[in-house]
Nanobody, 124 residues
Framework: QVQLVESGGGLAQTGDSLTLSCLVS????????LGWFRQVLGREREFVAT????????NYADFVEGRFTISRDNAKNTVYLQMNNLKPEDTAMYYC?????????????????WGKGTLVTVSS
């Protein structure tokens, strides 16, 4: 079992920054592929960013447009999502996810474990 606990969501205004954190436990952190996904009520969960087990490779959704940065601290078992220049359309529940084989799929179905999410609300 892998447990993921997200934090750092909240209310922001357009142009603000937020940093999401996800503390991971239950499996060797350094072997996991990790990612952030988001979901708006009534819509499918969508890919935001992924990071490889080593942290050397990151992948971002097109809508990120250079505004977000995913990173991981293997010593702290934590993955982060730094979000800058937030827009109202970034409003969503943000989920952290892990892949046990170290893969970093953009399809949510490829992830093995999920956190419960942290809500980000961006007002205009």
């Amino acid at each position: 079992q892998v447990q993921l606990v997200e934090s750092g969501g909240g209310l922001a205004q357009t142009g603000d920054s937020l940093t999401l954190s996800c503390l991971v436990s239950g499996r060797p952190f350094g072997l996991l592929g990790l990612g952030w996904f988001r979901q708006v009520l009534g819509r499918e969960r969508e890919f935001v960013a992924t990071i490889s087990w080593s942290g050397g490779s990151q992948n971002y959704a097109d809508f990120v447009e250079g505004r977000f940065t995913i990173s991981r601290d293997n010593a702290k078992n934590t993955v982060y999502l730094q979000m800058n220049n937030l827009k109202p359309e970034d409003t969503a529940m943000y989920y952290c996810a892990a892949n046990l084989l170290g893969a970093v799929p953009t399809n949510p179905d490829g992830m093995d474990y999920w956190g419960k999410g942290t809500l980000v609300t961006v007002s205009s």
